[in-house]
């Protein structure tokens, strides 16, 4: 696999595993990881922070790990043709990454955040927790992603209609 479409591999698995914004990954430096609070301080945030603090589960941080050994430059995710730089923003990998894997045409990296949340919302946490840790600095920003609950409910639905119909069955 080319080192451009392995890199967007590696962007997105973070993005999906974070539910970081694409540019506080790309623009991340090395020197950014905190190895021993295993956590990533992003100094490029849409909320003008000095840094937003990323928490990194252990498959985010061996992610992270193998992308600071394989570079010998500062930049977590170094660009590919700029001697000192991040990598741009990988439209054309993004899309053949899409293709391959049968995704909604208009399915975009920042869609990988609402994933994210969503999947955060389906094992039970709150607006509030993914908030926190999606960094948002108003509460109403996470509220947007209120619409995600359905799902939950409709996996819970499913989940008791499947165990109360195993429960009826074995008494047949």
């Known amino acids: 696999m080319d080192r451009h479409y392995r890199q967007t591999a590696d962007l997105v698995r973070l993005l999906v595993l974070t539910g970081a914004r694409r540019d506080e990954l790309r623009r ?65 990998p993004w899309d053949d990454i899409r293709t391959w894997s049968k995704m909604a045409p208009g399915f975009t990296l920042h869609d990988l955040r609402h994933t994210f949340a969503s999947a955060g919302l389906a094992l039970g946490y709150s607006l509030d927790q993914l908030g926190g840790i999606l960094g948002h600095a108003d509460s109403s920003t996470t509220q947007n992603y209120a619409y995600l609950l359905d799902d939950p409910r409709a996996a819970a639905i499913t989940e008791i209609d499947q165990a109360v119909g195993r429960a009826l069955q074995a008494r047949n």
């Open 28 to 92: 991340a430096k090395t020197t950014d990881l905190d190895h021993h609070r295993r956590l990533l301080n992003a100094p490029v945030n849409k909320e003008r922070n000095e840094f937003k603090t990323i928490l990194l589960g252990s498959s985010d941080w061996a992610i992270c790990a193998a992308l600071k050994l394989a570079t010998n430059t500062d930049w977590l995710f170094p660009s590919l043709r700029l001697r000192d730089g991040p990598k741009a923003p990988p439209r054309k």
